[in-house]
Structure formats: C-alpha cells, structure tokens
C-alpha cells in the first residue's frame, strides 16, 4: 500500500478521533440537559452528513435495503443503551477519566467472543484482557469511594465511573451483534439503522421530559450530532487507506486529545491514576489489536461501523 494511503488512512483516523473527543465535550457541557434529549440530537443529526455522503454516491437507497430489520434493531438498542451509560458518565466524570474508562470496550469484546461466541482465547488475548481490566480499576479507584471505609454511599462521581463501566459491557455486546451483521449487511446500512433506531428511543424519552432548549442551544447540540456523523464517515473511510492494524492503535489518541480538551475547556487535571491506568489499557488494547491480526482474525469491517460514542 503506498505510504501516501497510508498517512491518509492515519490522517483520517486522527481526525475521527478529535470530532469523537470534541462531541464528547459538547455532551459533557449540556449539564441538566436529560440524556434521552441527548441521545436524539445526537443521532438524528448524525444522519445528516451520512445522508449526503451517500446522496453524492448514489448509494442514498441501498443504504435501507436489509433484510435483518430485526437484527439491526437489537444492534441499535444494545448500542443505545451503551450510549445512555457513556453519556451519564461524561456528565459526572472528568473528560480523560471518561474517555478512557470507554477503552474496556474492546477487552469485554474478547471475552464475550469466548463466553458467547465460543471464540478460542489464547493464553496471550487473555492475559492482555486481565492486564487492560487492572488499569481500568486503576482509573476507576479514586472514584470508587463507597469502597472506603469513610464513605458508604455512592457519590455523583463513583455513579458515573460505573456507568462507563457499564457501557463498555453493553458496547461490547453491541459489537458482538455487528460482526454478525457485517457478514451480510452494508456499512451504510448498519450506521443508517442505528442511528434511526436512537432516534426513535431518544423521542421515546419526550414522555419523561425534555427540557427547552434555546436556538444557541439547540445549534450546539445539533452540531454535536453533525459532528458524529462526520467522525463516523472519517472513520469508515480511515480503514479504506490503511491496514487495521496501522490505523487502529490510533483510536487511543483520544486520551492525549481528552487530557487537552479537559484541560483547556472544563479545567480538569488529569489524576495521577488516570494517567497510569490508561496507560496500561491502551497497551493491553494495542496488543490484542496486533495478536488478532497475527491470528488471522478481521476486525476492520466491525470497526469502520462502530463509533467510540
């Protein structure tokens, strides 16, 4: 593969990363805002930039030719639930703390494929899975605080840390339900019918009450959706450029993007404890990233459709 594809491929990747982190953001600032109302503007306006990327192709109709309706609905109610959790923990936890409890994802990943899937886990994948899962605790512990003995009550921020927690097991189950689809289904088919289905369960949410937004307000959420929809089409197009294995590990870049942002944005100084703990995730990521490959398994289809929020 000529080497220009392939800075194009981290290029594209990188700047995935950043539109991911900088939505991210958004929905961390939109305090009080309730996560159903969220969730909607979140997807329904992702669907805008898909829609005319498509449009330009002429792939607009074939993008809602399927026929696993069914199995693209349980995707998009696994993923929305992840979505839900992420969304409450960016709300309660500091930006880095957030983005990088999110990299568990992939090691639940592995060990549903053995659970459920009956996947052959060799003693190096598990032992990257053991070793990622300890980092993720290392993050998680200054905010586990229920845990002490001085405090017996789960706090805002010890609330959040599990929700994440939480959503890296749903997420993973999520993916497990697009490997399947991904043997039969378009990557446009897959984006277009989650995000529809988001929409759907955030309108759903109205009944429990959406708060009135301004039109600053409303613009900034509906950017934030736009820009999810952008970071998806950068993604899926990153992986047409390069090998999974030359653009993947650059997933975990959002963890320096997200010690900037939290900085520079909400004033937050990483813990001492994030930057350990998301040190070892990241390593024990990039390596099941690398031993899969060596195994011969595919994982590129799976992730051009799988946006990290």
Known sequence: MPRRNVMLGIGLKVASVFVFVAMSAVIKGAE???VGQLIFFRSAFALVPVFLILG????????FKTTRLGSHILRGILGTG???LIFFGLTRLPLPEATTINYA??????????????????LFRWSAVVVGLVGV????????TFLSSDAATLGPQAIGALAAFSACMVSAAAMLTVRNLVKTERSATIVIYFS???TVIGLASIPFGWLPLSLEEALILMGAGVCGGVGQILLTESYRHAELTTVAPFEYSSMILSIAIGFLVFHEVPTIEMLIGGSIVTAAGIFIIYREHMLGLDRAKVRKVSSPV
Not at 56 to 63: A, S
Not at 137 to 144: C, G, S, V
């Open 32 to 34: 009080g805002v309730p």
């Open 56 to 63: 330009m192709r002429g792939q607009l109709l074939d993008g």
């Open 82 to 84: 992840g979505m839900i």
């Open 105 to 122: 994802t992939p090691l639940f990943i592995v060990i549903f494929s053995a659970v459920f899937l009956r996947e052959k886990i060799r």
């Open 137 to 144: 605790i290392i993050i998680m512990w200054p905010r586990l």
């Open 196 to 198: 529809l289905v988001s």
